[in-house]
């Protein structure tokens, strides 16, 4: 009898033991689990992209979230995804919102989308999404950056792009040393070079060895002291043959103000300094014995005369 009590003792103290070790590990897990959340919110609340957290409606979003869509948190909280998506995606998402709420998990991909804020704005973001558990149930998670002025940007540039592509202005870009980053079409069809044979090249590429080395020494002081150049330029295109032309040198600066590129663009001005040089000749030399007209004459006698 005395054994058999002995054996329910041990037993209670073995089951009150292991019930103690769970409540202390459930104890931890639970510490854990609020430490985490913490942490996650600190981190969440300070970041400068927009994190969310959905079931059927928003259960968590922070304040870059919220700023970007205009609503405030708790006006969110009464909001589905859906709400701020633009209408023309509400198919696609509308299918990935039901799947992750399910619980399928599928690769990570951006997706950049239109969403209207409070204010009837459209804005573009890029959004990125993932399955996870949340309270308990399966949620779905985003982290947002909204690209609005980077998608304006974006097109700003590619209709400057167009246009220049377009025009019939020599254009080409060079880094800070001389070599050439860009050259437009023009520029390709008139000197009869190849992208491929100018890209990455020195810009002296084009020299014909009319001007001499005080010419470029000026230039190269000019434009590294951050000031535009304009002068004429005697080149020479792939097939060796000479032409004129009328160029800008501009300077590109960055933030800090240092030259980063140098912008060229130009005119081929050969037929006018063609036709200059053929009205000089008209004006002072006689057609008929190819010397000097009267004109000419007294100008070259009052100079010999002086």
């Given at each position: 009898?005395?054994?058999?009590?002995?054996?329910?003792?041990?037993?209670?103290?073995?089951?009150?033991?292991?019930?103690?070790?769970?409540?202390?590990?459930?104890?931890?897990?639970?510490?854990?689990?609020?430490?985490?959340?913490?942490?996650?919110r600190?981190?969440?609340?300070?970041?400068?992209?927009?994190?969310?957290?959905?079931?059927?409606?928003?259960?968590?979003?922070?304040?870059?979230?919220?700023?970007?869509?205009?609503?405030?948190?708790?006006?969110?909280?009464?909001?589905?995804?859906?709400?701020?998506?633009?209408?023309?995606?509400?198919?696609?998402?509308?299918?990935?919102?039901?799947?992750?709420?399910?619980?399928?998990?599928?690769?990570?991909?951006?997706?950049?989308?239109?969403?209207?804020?409070?204010?009837?704005?459209?804005?573009?973001?890029?959004?990125?999404?993932q399955?996870?558990?949340?309270?308990?149930?399966?949620?779905?998670?985003?982290?947002?950056?909204?690209?609005?002025?980077?998608?304006?940007?974006?097109?700003?540039?590619?209709?400057?792009?167009?246009?220049?592509?377009?025009?019939?202005?020599?254009?080409?870009?060079?880094?800070?040393?001389?070599?050439?980053?860009?050259?437009?079409?023009?520029?390709?069809?008139?000197?009869?070079?190849?992208?491929?044979?100018?890209i990455?090249?020195?810009?002296?590429?084009?020299k014909?060895?009319?001007?001499?080395?005080?010419?470029?020494?000026?230039?190269?002081?000019?434009?590294?002291?951050?000031?535009?150049?304009?002068?004429?330029?005697?080149?020479?295109?792939?097939?060796?043959?000479?032409?004129?032309?009328?160029?800008?040198?501009t300077?590109?600066m960055?933030?800090?103000?240092?030259?980063?590129?140098?912008?060229?663009?130009?005119?081929?001005?050969?037929?006018?300094?063609?036709?200059?040089?053929?009205?000089?000749?008209?004006?002072?030399?006689?057609?008929?014995?190819?010397?000097?007209?009267?004109?000419?004459?007294?100008?070259?006698?009052?100079?010999?005369?002086?």
């Open positions: 009898m005395l054994c058999y009590n002995i054996t329910i003792i041990s037993s209670s103290i073995t089951s009150l033991v292991q019930v103690g070790r769970e409540q202390t590990l459930n104890s931890l897990i639970q510490n854990q689990l609020q430490e985490s959340e913490e942490k996650f600190t981190i969440a609340e300070n970041a400068l992209i927009g994190i969310f957290i959905y079931h059927e409606h928003f259960v968590y979003v922070n304040q870059a979230f919220a700023s970007m869509s205009g609503y405030s948190i708790e006006e969110l909280y009464r909001l589905k995804p859906l709400d701020l998506i633009d209408e023309s995606y509400h198919d696609t998402f509308k299918q990935v919102i039901q799947k992750r709420l399910k619980g399928e998990h599928f690769p990570k991909e951006y997706n950049d989308i239109k969403v209207v804020t409070k204010n009837g704005q459209s804005k573009t973001i890029r959004i990125i999404t399955t996870i558990k949340y309270q308990e149930k399966y949620a779905g998670m985003g982290t947002v950056i909204d690209i609005t002025d980077i998608q304006e940007t974006k097109q700003q540039l590619k209709l400057l792009a167009q246009a220049v592509e377009q025009m019939d202005t020599l254009v080409r870009i060079t880094d800070k040393k001389g070599t050439l980053t860009y050259v437009n079409d023009a520029l390709i069809a008139h000197t009869g070079y190849r992208h491929i044979e100018l990455g090249k020195k810009i002296g590429l084009f014909s060895g009319h001007h001499n080395k005080s010419f470029y020494k000026e230039l190269w002081e000019t434009i590294l002291s951050g000031n535009t150049y304009k002068g004429i330029f005697v080149n020479r295109k792939k097939d060796r043959q000479i032409y004129y032309e009328e160029e800008i040198i300077p590109i960055d933030d800090d103000h240092s030259i980063k590129h140098f912008v060229a663009t130009s005119q081929d001005i050969t037929e006018r300094v063609h036709l200059e040089e053929e009205l000089q000749k008209l004006a002072t030399i006689d057609t008929l014995t190819g010397i000097y007209n009267r004109h000419k004459s007294n100008e070259e006698l009052d100079i010999e005369i002086n």
